[in-house]
């Protein structure tokens, strides 16, 4: 069998949480009573990732995501199912798992808290057994990228979220791992910072072949680095397939147009009017005096289908159709993840 560098069949992870009734009261009451109750975390989660590929996991919040990602770095053990990273059970042989992954968790720290940035990579060095000329290389690099050398004699815990994520993105890159878990690494940078994460991670992997597994709510990143997308919701994997693809497949189209000042409709009945005459379920909006925004199905919505229902009414003196964004269409996802249910 040909086995992807991270691959995942029929993942469950079950946590047992104290019970709670409705209400601050019955949350309350669960404190005492120490009934428990089932969380399904995942629910027999399977995907698979080839070497050298970027892949964004994506969901809800809740849908199973860090759990996942927990799992394939060995931080949890699943509940049934089986995972291999590298060609490797995480919790097999820990050390070699540990060699092969690099793992940033957003909203945990993998550096030594009381010691100075350069200190946790001192350590990371020797426990990674690097050779030096790649160690400096790197640093060099992360210095390039993330201004990282501005850091190295302050402590971890002194360092602001911006700061620390710097250091924890150059931190699970620097050993040359074939495969990099990212779960939220952008989280508290700006813009700038952000982008310059993007670049490190999208040479790194470029350079060196990484196998890339990025869980994110930033649109930007899962754009910037990711070629594949794999949807999880309430622990079951709804959709895979290329992010280009996803984008083809938004279940809405957009046309605006904006007409002449001289129109004998006011925007009201236009509006009405223009969605009669397109049919179906399209959506009609004026915005301002003469801004006209359509949306709806994409057979339905297309500019030429709107340019001949508007000229019917109006003088249309621009139209544009603007490609889905990436953000639209996960919204769409998200709210009804049946809608790519049998695309698997
Ligand atoms: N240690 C835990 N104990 C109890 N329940 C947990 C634990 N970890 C996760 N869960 C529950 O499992 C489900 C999946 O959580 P998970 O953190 O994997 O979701 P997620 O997709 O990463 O969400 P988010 O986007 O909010 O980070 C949630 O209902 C969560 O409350």
Redesign the pocket.
């Known amino acids: 069998m040909n086995h992807g560098m991270i691959e995942a069949q029929e993942l469950t992870k079950v946590?047992r949480?104290r019970a709670t009734r409705p209400g601050l009261w019955g949350a309350v009451r669960g404190l005492f009573t120490g009934e428990t109750t089932e969380?399904r975390?995942l629910d027999g989660v399977s995907f698979r990732v080839p070497a050298g590929e970027r892949t964004a996991y994506l969901?809800v919040?809740?849908?199973?995501?860090?759990?996942t990602i927990k799992i394939l770095a060995g931080v949890l053990t699943p509940g049934s199912g089986r995972c291999l990273v590298a060609g490797r059970e995480p919790r097999q042989d820990r050390y070699a798992h540990a060699r092969a992954i690099g793992v940033v968790f957003g909203h945990r720290t993998q550096l030594w808290w009381d010691l100075p940035v350069a200190d946790s990579f001192r350590i990371l060095a020797r426990l990674h057994d690097l050779p030096p000329a790649v160690a400096q290389a790197n640093l060099r690099l992360f210095d390039e990228l993330l201004d990282l050398g501005e850091l190295a004699d302050r402590p971890v815990r002194t360092l602001s979220l911006g700061q620390r994520m710097r250091a924890e993105v150059a931190a699970a890159l620097f050993h040359d791992p074939a495969v990099l878990l990212l779960d939220e690494p952008t989280i508290g940078l700006d813009l700038l910072l952000k982008e310059a994460v993007h670049e490190l991670v999208n040479r790194v992997a470029a350079e060196r072949g990484t196998t890339v597994l990025l869980t994110s709510?930033d649109v930007a990143d899962i754009s910037a680095i990711c070629e594949h997308v794999v949807v999880v919701d309430a622990g079951r994997v709804v959709h895979t397939g290329r992010l280009h693809d996803l984008l083809r497949q938004a279940p809405t189209r957009t046309v605006r147009f904006e007409y002449a000042a001289d129109a004998d409709l006011d925007a009201e009945p236009l509006a009405r009017l223009l969605e009669l005459e397109l049919g179906g379920p399209a959506a009609v909006t004026v915005a301002g005096r003469r801004r006209v925004t359509v949306q709806g199905p994409p057979e339905l919505v297309t500019p030429q289908r709107v340019l001949a229902a508007a000229s019917a009414l109006v003088a249309v003196t621009d139209l544009v159709a603007p490609e889905p964004t990436l953000g639209e269409v996960l919204r769409a996802l998200y709210v009804a993840p049946e809608l790519s249910r049998g695309r698997r």
């Open positions: 946590f949480v969380v975390a969901g919040n809740g849908a199973g995501k860090s759990t709510h």
